[in-house]
């Protein structure tokens, strides 16, 4: 599986991410610009010693990381979609494709993917769940419609 993060914010959040990212040998994919350097202390102590085992990649752009991955599907993760994330069956070369905090994904990609976009269910009331709490709730669905794919 891989993970994607598009411009993220905050590095707590980043730092979290790349633990479960390490943890579910998922690959971790960044599109720039970031909001911390990540030399960041704060990324860096989320993340604890688990940064040796992460398998990552940057980018400047999405429509790189896209160029990178032609054959490969992208699922956006989004408070806008209509379906859930349990409504997807995933492969193991997915993407898991999440925005930054503030302001989640850009219109215009969603528009183009929405046949792809997700959401998790929650209060109409409340905004969101936090970034890294999003990326463990569906990254974990897709590996759990896999199996477990070398997990103990």
Request: net charge neutral; hydrophobic share 40%.
């Amino acid at each position: 599986m891989h993970v994607v993060l598009v411009e993220p914010e905050i590095p707590a959040n980043t730092g979290n991410i790349s633990r479960t990212c390490a943890v579910t040998g998922t690959s971790l994919h960044l599109v720039k610009p970031l909001g911390f350097s990540v030399d960041d202390k704060h990324l860096k102590r989320a993340g604890l010693d688990y940064w040796d085992y992460l398998d990552l990649h940057y980018y400047d752009s999405f429509q790189e990381l896209r160029d990178k991955y032609p054959q490969h599907r992208f699922f956006f993760a989004t408070t806008k979609g209509i379906k859930t994330y349990t409504d997807f069956s995933f492969h193991r070369d997915d993407f898991l494709v999440f925005g930054k905090e503030t302001a989640g994904l850009p219109m215009e990609l969603l528009k183009a993917n929405w046949e792809h976009c997700m959401r998790i269910p929650m209060g109409r009331q409340l905004r969101s769940l936090n970034l890294s709490n999003s990326v463990a709730i569906i990254l974990y669905e897709a590996l759990r419609q896999l199996g477990f794919p070398d997990l103990t």
